[in-house]
């Protein structure tokens, strides 16, 4: 984790949470802060989000692991890398496709003599799902339905008078003016 936050060191802001510490939160979807293993942010003033990436080791791809972390990872708004050994890449990306979670890229590491190599072994080149916003539901609608006539517009009241007050009500007109004021065109009439 710490030669990960070496690397990506000279291109953004790299924090890391290794083992059980919590030092770099990130917003998901759950209402709790996530800790991924590292968190890349933009070296600017706004400190924005550019990437999640989470190490595991053979004994935690699993699909526990993969439900309990990897699915809220790959909610985040940035891309989502996974670290496996080059043993699991195949269960990794098998434990993706099978819960439908997005992963941006899979890379695979291996130890060679003390250095730890990377090697990237899947890249996604579709686009990530957009995310899910709740809308309110519209209002239903009501047909409007003619009443039926009453006794007092049968006998003396005029047709005119009944339909108006059954009637919905009309737009209010906007003076020329007021229309050209709010920026809508109006059409000038040639005089004779």
């Known amino acids: 984790i710490r030669q990960l936050q070496a690397k990506f060191r000279r291109k953004y802001e790299a924090g890391i949470n290794p083992g059980a510490e919590q030092n770099s939160p990130v917003s998901g979807a759950g209402p709790a ?3 991924p293993d590292v968190v890349l942010l933009s070296p600017d003033r706004g400190h924005r989000l550019q990437g999640v990436i989470e ?9 526990l692991e993969a439900l309990a972390e990897w699915a809220h ?19 990794a990306r098998r434990l993706c ?13 291996h130890a060679v003599g003390d250095q730890v190599r990377f090697t990237m072994v899947f890249r996604n ?16 609608v009501t047909p409007h339905v ?14 005119a008078a009944a339909s ?7 737009r209010k007109s906007v003076p020329r003016a007021a229309k050209a004021k709010q920026g809508k065109p109006t059409v000038k009439r040639k005089s004779k």
């Open 97 to 109: 496709e099978d819960n439908h979670i997005y992963v941006s890229e899979i890379w695979s590491y």
């Open 125 to 140: 080149k579709e686009a990530p799902p957009a995310p899910v916003r709740v809308k309110a539901a519209p209002h239903p």
């Open 33 to 35: 802060p996530m800790f």
């Open 55 to 63: 190490v595991e080791t053979g004994e935690s791809v699993n699909h």
């Open 164 to 170: 108006r007050a059954s009637a919905p009500p009309k």
């Open 73 to 91: 990872f790959s909610k985040a708004r940035a891309p989502f890398h996974l670290y496996v050994p080059a043993g699991m890449v195949d269960v």
């Open 146 to 159: 003619a009443e039926p006539r009453t006794a007092t517009a049968r006998s003396g009241g005029s047709r």
